[in-house]
Nanobody, 121 residues
Framework: QVQLVESGGGLVQPGGSLRLSCAAS????????MGWYRQAPGKERELVAAITTNTGTNYADSVKGRFTISRDNAKNTVYLQMNTLKPEDTAVYYCHVAIWLVGGVVPRDYWGQGTQVTVAS
C-alpha cells in the first residue's frame, strides 16, 4: 500500500509564495519520477512540474522562472516552491509519483488527495 500526503496549500495574495510538500509512505522497490499537476475549475488536469530520479526537471511554460520542484529521496518527499503567484495559478494541486513495486514490470502511478491553492487579493 502506497500513500501520498500533501500539505502546504492555502490562500495567498498575488505576488506571494507557497511551498507544497508531498510525502510518500509504504513499500516499494524504488520511486521513479515525482511531480505536481493542477486542475482549475472547468479545466483539465495539467502538468505543472516533474523531477526524475537524477533530478532532471520539466516545467509548464506558464510557471517557468516562478516555480521550483525538488525532491528529498531520503524522506521520499517532493516539494514545489511557488513564487510570484498569480490568480491564474489558482487550482487544486495534485502530487504524482511513479513507483516501481517489488515484482512490478512497469511503474505504477499514485496520486495525492489534492490541496487547494487560491491566489486572490
Amino acid at each position: 500500500q502506497v500513500q501520498l500526503v500533501e500539505s502546504g496549500g492555502g490562500l495567498v495574495q498575488p505576488g506571494g509564495s507557497l511551498r507544497l510538500s508531498c510525502a510518500a509512505s509504504g513499500h516499494w522497490f524504488s520511486i521513479n519520477a515525482m511531480g505536481w499537476y493542477r486542475q482549475a475549475p472547468g479545466k483539465e488536469r495539467e502538468l505543472v512540474a516533474a523531477i526524475t530520479t537524477n533530478t532532471g526537471t520539466n516545467y509548464a511554460d506558464s510557471v517557468k522562472g516562478r516555480f521550483t520542484i525538488s525532491r528529498d529521496n531520503a524522506k521520499n518527499t517532493v516539494y514545489l516552491q511557488m513564487n510570484t503567484l498569480k490568480p491564474e495559478d489558482t487550482a487544486v494541486y495534485y502530487c504524482h509519483v511513479a513507483i516501481w513495486l517489488v515484482g512490478g514490470v512497469v511503474p505504477r502511478d499514485y496520486w495525492g488527495q489534492g490541496t487547494q491553492v487560491t491566489v486572490a487579493s
